[in-house]
């Protein structure tokens, strides 16, 4: 499995992630090795074999559907880069 | 002085019996720090006044100290991927760096019921990812037992600062390996418990369906006791299993007589350290000296596991690491002009290299065309990796394996080669792929480094693989190994 540049920069978009040319030629190198490694996997056979979901077979774990007390919000917003009247405050959304 | 080392049921009965006090513990481990520390770099932060703080509000209590627990006064280190509150946690990573948790971690409050108390927030890779405490953001830590040579990782920090005597005891994570194979590189314990068997609440995730947190200690009863403290179900992780806590002390009789012990030659690589080899065998033949009955296994799949691993949690960090976007917490690009820039420009420059590597590889084996062909494919093969162990455990009472399949490194052998670093890891990752507990602890040295057995066990069987490798240890006595080099290091 060979990954190119522009398959890099695809994942690198999904994982929001910026990579400079440099980087995505590097990754592209590397990426590239870890799925060949992984490759393996392919030459066994799987069909009909269940794929793990929970290691321990854990069924869902049901709780009372009762408020709890929360973090206080200056609390909260205490760690936030950036605030504004008790909100996070992030950069425009919409440009214009 | 008293040696940390001689174990916390030592340091305890000191306590009881007056001949020291917490302030002297704590006032040694500060003075530990200050003498090595500038040297292995064990520690992000030391927190020696948050420490001094919680001690007086402890003796203020009483005049004279009596100890409550056997932790009770006994200070600790805590891996920086655990939250404390009021104390800065970044993984080792610049992107959480100035975090203040605004709570504790379940295991650091239940450490804090018992008495314990933290000294400080230990290196490691980057939101666990590395073999070598390379990855931290910050520095590496070096290997106390040799400084040119790695400590393993990804809890460096936690166990170089026990390896090296600046705390008695440190909690670790371990997600493919990250307890064990640096206790193994080390030359100290190191338990990876059952998944689910201690809470998860607190730790930052990197892959949630391996990740467990456990101790590291001197001795095998230490980090029976330890676990005792942070074991148990807990509301704040649903994951936690609802399964009784039995006495972990209770089997650590030093009797194995009757014991069944699986060995599988899939542990045992053709490209491994010749000395690992013959050590691990050799404490094979201890066990069998001890009355434990040797029994020959096949752990078929295991060889898969690597590639198994290196898919399953770069997918589960992919997704664990999406909140880490410039917005409620740590670092934030002042590049970006728009919401989009910001995410992508902060997680860029916020991110170290391997942590990148891992959350696009997870993103490219859960991305759209590929799923089947690699998340789904290696969940499967979890499942026969999982079936393979539960097989062999039809037939024997627990496994031992070399914990890793050579020794410490030299720092910068392996970082040029990502695939060549996950190698070391390819012992301990079949473990957390089924879940299992399992024990590193010292078995002798190879090319003048310490080698690590491993004893794996049953799901939340905990009680016989320490009760395994305590008899181990009564019987090879490493603290004199351990003495002898650290007299010749002088």
Request: with cysteine; hydrophobic share 40%; proline share 5%.
């Amino acid at each position: 499995m060979t990954l190119s540049k522009a398959d890099v920069d695809h994942v690198a978009r999904l994982a929001r992630i910026d990579l400079s040319e440099q980087e995505e030629i590097e990754l592209a190198k590397e990426l590239s090795a870890i799925l060949d490694y992984a490759s393996q996997l392919q030459e066994v056979d799987l069909d009909g074999v269940e794929p793990m979901s929970h290691v321990a077979g854990q069924q869902p774990v049901f709780r009372q559907d009762e408020p709890h007390e929360s973090l206080p919000s200056d609390i909260v917003l205490k760690n936030a880069p950036d605030a504004e009247d008790q909100q996070f405050k992030v950069p425009a959304i919409m440009e214009g | 002085m008293l040696d940390f080392s001689q174990g916390i049921r030592k340091l305890h009965e000191a306590l009881r019996s007056g001949t020291t006090t917490p302030e002297e513990l704590l006032n040694q481990s500060i003075e530990q720090i200050e003498q090595k520390d500038g040297e292995i770099k064990a520690f992000l932060r030391v927190n020696d006044v948050t420490a001094r703080d919680r001690l007086k509000g402890n003796a203020a209590a009483s005049n004279s100290f009596s100890p409550k627990h056997l932790l009770d006064g006994i200070p600790y280190a805590l891996k920086d991927n655990m939250c404390y509150e009021g104390i800065e946690t970044t993984c080792a990573s610049k992107i959480l760096e100035g975090y203040i948790p605004p709570y504790t971690a379940t295991v650091a409050q239940k450490l804090d019921d018992a008495g314990a108390i933290l000294i400080g927030k230990a290196n490691m890779d980057e939101f666990a990812m590395g073999s070598s405490t390379e990855n931290s953001s910050y520095f590496p830590t070096k290997n106390p037992w040799q400084q040119d040579h790695v400590p393993g990782g990804s809890s460096g920090g936690s166990v170089a600062a026990v390896a090296a005597g600046m705390v008695p005891f440190a909690l670790g994570s371990d997600t493919g390996g990250s307890i064990r194979q640096p206790a193994a590189f080390c030359g100290v314990v190191g338990l990876k418990p059952t998944y689910g068997r201690v809470s998860r609440y607190g730790l930052v995730a990197f892959a949630s369906s391996l990740d467990q947190i456990g101790p590291i200690t001197n001795s095998v009863e230490d980090a029976a006791i330890v676990l005792q403290a942070i074991a148990g179900a807990d509301v704040h992780d649903a994951t936690s299993a609802h399964v009784e806590v039995p006495d972990f002390t209770a089997k650590l009789t030093g009797d194995i007589r009757g014991l069944q012990v699986g060995v599988a030659p899939e542990f045992f690589a053709d490209a491994m350290d010749e000395g690992v080899r013959q050590r691990v065998q050799e404490a094979v033949q201890v066990l069998k000296e001890l009355g434990a009955e040797i029994k020959p296994i096949s752990l078929p799949h295991i060889s898969y596991a690597i590639a198994a691993y290196y898919l399953l949690a770069p997918a589960e960090a992919s997704s664990n690491l999406a909140r880490f976007d410039g917005v409620r917490y740590g670092y934030r690009s002042q590049n970006a002009q728009n919401l989009l820039a910001m995410y992508s420009k902060t997680r860029s420059e916020g991110f170290g290299k391997e942590v990148k590597r891992r959350i696009l590889i997870g993103t490219y084996a859960l991305s759209s065309g590929y799923y089947d062909a690699y998340y789904k494919r290696a969940q499967k093969m979890r499942t026969l990796i999982r079936q393979d162990f539960e097989q062999a455990f039809s037939q024997v009472d627990v496994i031992v394996s070399p914990t890793t399949p050579a020794p410490a490194f030299l720092l910068g052998e392996k970082t040029k080669d990502p695939v060549t670093m996950y190698m070391t890891d390819m012992c301990t990752i079949p473990i957390n792929l089924a879940g299992l507990p399992a024990i590193s602890v010292p078995c002798g040295l190879s090319q003048g480094m310490p080698v690590g057995l491993q004893i794996i066990g049953k799901m939340f069987d905990e009680q016989t693989i320490l009760q395994v490798a305590d008899a181990y240890e009564k019987t090879v006595d490493f603290a004199a190994v351990r003495t002898a080099h650290s007299k010749e290091a002088k």
